[in-house]
């Protein structure tokens, strides 16, 4: 039986020879190209191993590399990992890394590195890989410089899809170790392997990347600068792009409402490729720790408060899909077999009333990216004024909405969430207790407990057969959409926009976030 991400689950060992999967031969570098890309919003921070937002994903995910990479159907490339072999208990998996692969600053990158940072800096930090490296690892050990060895507490066939960068960004040992890893100043001038170094952070302005010329893909990169541009209006960012001084708009850099006027200008191109290691899911927060937000009726009289069929149609232009719970019918083991919440307002404040609500303010927490939100939010906030519910909105920047939602610092949060391919890396850590950690706005902020789906996780992420871990994950659904911890909203998608003359941009499944390793202009 072979997953879709290409593991084998046989017994045997296998030895997976990589030279098939090694990337196109290289093209000739022009000189002196750059390329002008939006980010939207401004990130908070680049070092990528302290946050997993999506603009600093995008950014840093050319700076940062991992293991592994993966293509669209979710096949392994190799990355800072050349080859790998996997036992025949399927219980430890032994990583060769790339030759003469340096940091940025000229420190040669080594085994070392990558133990540090699985087994130390992200086992501390890191809402993705914490509950993987505390649940399914027994041991992290270097080999000799160039080999690392993972031997897992017991087979994990999940384990590939989270050593990608946006997860497992791995992160220089020489700087951080015995550091203080939020307050180490290296966080302002991030350090990687990847094919692209910092340069310069003009605030409110741009973030300037420059070609790593000393990078282990010879003849890679392709551009000589990129340049990362800050414009904060959307309409000024369609401008930006129809005169010329950008060349691509990642999803969300525009209102979806014109990108079917920019995607049909000259040498222009869209995708909505490169979103499928993410399969983004959007939905509001509830911080169900006490109050009116802890009973489970008043929550269930929220989703059916929501129109959200109006907010894909109108507010998100007929993009998207309404989801039906925690997992996106876009990644493995999705179950549409659990409780329904149609908009019903009637039924939506019987449930408020007799939840024994009594009219508490409670606050909405916007998202700050873009004017579409906004208008979610106002949409949203309506619906619950009409079912009952005194509700008023809280605006605030990108760092402010990082830090209130990672301090639970909120009533009901806008925010949405990457699925990472597999329910075990992308979904239990939002629903699971041992991921409930202050201090990251992608654990487990709503504070839900149920030590029935904790179990469930648990055992849906080891289960032998795929048949097994899909009646388990379909259980945890069941349960999850009862207990409502979250209000979903809506399954994203993201079109990017381009020059058409720019070649390559997206060829895995993180898109533009690690896509300009191999984009070039034509």
């Not at 997992?327 to 449930?351: G, I, N």
Request: aromatic residues 10%; glycine residues 6%; neutral net charge.
């Amino acid at each position: 039986m072979r997953l879709r991400h290409g593991v084998s689950t046989s017994t045997m060992a296998i030895a997976l020879l990589l030279a098939a999967l090694a990337p196109a031969a290289a093209q000739p570098a022009p000189a002196g190209k750059a390329a002008h890309v939006i980010i939207q919003p401004e990130p908070p921070i680049l070092m990528q191993g302290l946050s997993q937002n999506t603009p600093t994903n995008m950014v840093a995910g050319n700076i940062y590399e991992s293991l592994l990479r993966f293509d669209e159907k979710f096949n392994l490339q190799p990355s800072l990992a050349k080859s790998w072999t996997i036992s025949d208990d399927k219980k430890t998996y032994t990583f060769r890394l790339q030759d003469g692969v340096v940091w940025h600053d000229g420190k040669p990158f080594t085994a070392d590195d990558v133990v540090f940072t699985l087994d130390k800096f992200l086992r501390e930090v890191s809402p993705r890989w914490r509950p993987v490296v505390n649940n399914q690892v027994a041991k992290i050990e270097k080999v000799d410089d160039l080999t690392v060895k993972i031997e897992l507490k017991q087979p994990f066939s999940p384990l590939p899809l989270v050593l990608e960068v946006s997860s497992t960004p791995i992160i220089p040992k020489h700087i951080y170790d015995g550091t203080d890893y939020r307050a180490n100043p290296a966080n302002n001038t991030p350090i990687g392997t990847g094919p692209y170094a910092f340069k310069e952070w003009k605030k409110g302005s741009y973030i300037h990347l420059v070609r790593n010329k000393q990078y282990w893909l010879k003849d890679k990169p392709y551009f000589d600068d990129l340049y990362w541009e800050i414009i904060p209006d959307a309409a000024a960012r369609a401008v930006a792009y129809e005169t010329g001084k950008v060349d691509v708009l990642p999803g969300g850099a525009v209102d979806i409402y014109d990108v079917g006027r920019l995607s049909k200008l000259p040498n222009t191109c869209m995708t909505t490729k490169g979103w499928e290691m993410f399969a983004p899911t959007a939905w509001v927060a509830v911080n169900m720790r006490s109050g009116i937000l802890a009973n489970k009726q008043f929550r269930q009289g929220l989703m059916f408060a929501i129109d959200r069929e109006f907010g894909m149609n109108t507010v998100w232009d007929g993009i998207g899909k309404v989801p039906t719970g925690p997992v996106s019918s876009k990644t493995r083991f999705y179950s549409s077999d659990v409780p329904k919440y149609s908009y019903d307002p009637e039924k939506a404040k019987q449930l408020i009333k007799a939840s024994g609500y009594k009219g508490e303010k409670l606050k909405l927490l916007g998202i700050p990216y873009g004017e579409i939100w906004n208008r979610w939010a106002e949409a949203v906030k309506q619906n619950l004024l009409d079912a009952g519910v005194n509700v008023e909105i809280e605006a605030t920047d990108v760092p402010g909405w990082t830090q209130k939602l990672s301090n639970w610092d909120y009533d009901l949060a806008f925010n949405f969430v990457y699925q990472l391919g597999d329910p075990a890396i992308g979904v239990a850590r939002n629903y699971i207790t041992s991921n409930i950690v202050k201090g990251n706005p992608f654990a487990n902020i709503s504070g839900y407990s149920n030590p029935e789906v904790d179990k469930l996780f648990a055992d849906a992420a080891v289960a032998p057969t795929d048949e097994e871990r899909q009646r388990l994950y379909t259980k945890v659904q069941q349960i999850i959409v009862d207990d409502v911890p979250i209000l979903w909203l809506l399954e994203l998608e993201n079109p990017t926009i381009y020059r058409c003359d720019i070649k390559d941009l997206v060829t895995t499944a993180v898109g533009v976030d690690d896509g300009f390793r191999d984009a070039r202009r034509n």
